[in-house]
């Protein structure tokens, strides 16, 4: 089975400060994703790496940055928490073989005061 | 651009009924569909795709390129399927980058 697995279930947090969000694979897959997760509003991309040191921007990256500088650990940072980057955060993967199905996280919920 | 529509935030039926959640997509070439689904205090799982034509606990969907459609659907209802689904979209072949629907909670009562 696949295990992706999300460091931070919970995280408190106060604005401005600056937030790390780990993502770690067993499973070798070369694409991993960061979504938000807001009721009313799905699951939106923020940004995804199809190898490592590589990145390119979902639909709403601003406030957001990521890093992989290993295959199995994909990060995303918050350089400065504000209220409206509270939510849910899933992160997600699947192999270079575009067999379509994603692999998600339990997820981490993150509040900003 | 890709884009899926989830038109129902909420959908309540009583156990025994059928269901049908709907999704519509835009896109222009040949494109994957999935249905997801998210339990309450689990993680959100793959339910079924397209390509796979297969009924997963008892669902179903059916892509209608004609209506650019990808309805999920289900005889009759269980409570333990109430739950958070979503549609999702992704090109076939090329890049990978799955576009989700804003999903839909359902509830089925006792």
């Known amino acids: 089975d696949v295990k992706v697995t999300q460091s931070s279930r919970y995280l408190v947090k106060r604005t401005g400060e600056k937030v790390f969000l780990e993502c770690v694979q067993d499973m070798d897959h070369e694409n991993m994703f960061w979504y938000r997760q807001d009721p009313g509003l799905g699951l939106r991309l923020i940004y995804f790496?199809?190898?490592?040191?590589?990145?390119e921007k979902g639909d709403i990256p601003e406030g957001y940055s990521v890093s992989r500088e290993k295959k199995e650990r994909f990060s995303l940072i918050l350089e400065s928490a504000s209220t409206n980057q509270t939510s849910m955060y899933l992160c997600a993967t699947t192999s270079g073989m575009n067999t379509g199905e994603l692999f998600f996280g339990e997820g981490s919920r993150l509040t900003v005061l | 651009a890709q884009r899926v529509t989830q038109p129902e935030k909420l959908l309540s039926v009583f156990k025994g009924a059928p269901v049908e959640l709907k999704c519509n997509y835009s896109?222009?070439?040949?494109?994957?569909l999935f249905w997801y689904v998210q339990y309450s205090r689990q993680r959100l799982q793959l339910l079924l795709r397209?390509?796979s034509r297969e009924s997963i606990k008892g669902f179903t969907a059916d892509l209608n390129k004609g209506e650019t459609s990808f309805h999920l659907k289900k005889p009759f209802a269980q409570e333990e399927d109430s739950a958070m689904y979503y549609c999702a979209l992704s090109k076939s072949g090329g890049s990978y980058i799955p576009t989700f629907g804003r999903g839909t909670s359902l509830i089925v009562h006792p």
């Open positions: 790496s199809y190898d490592v040191k590589m990145k």
């Open positions: 896109y222009s070439g040949s494109p994957e």
């Open positions: 397209h390509i």
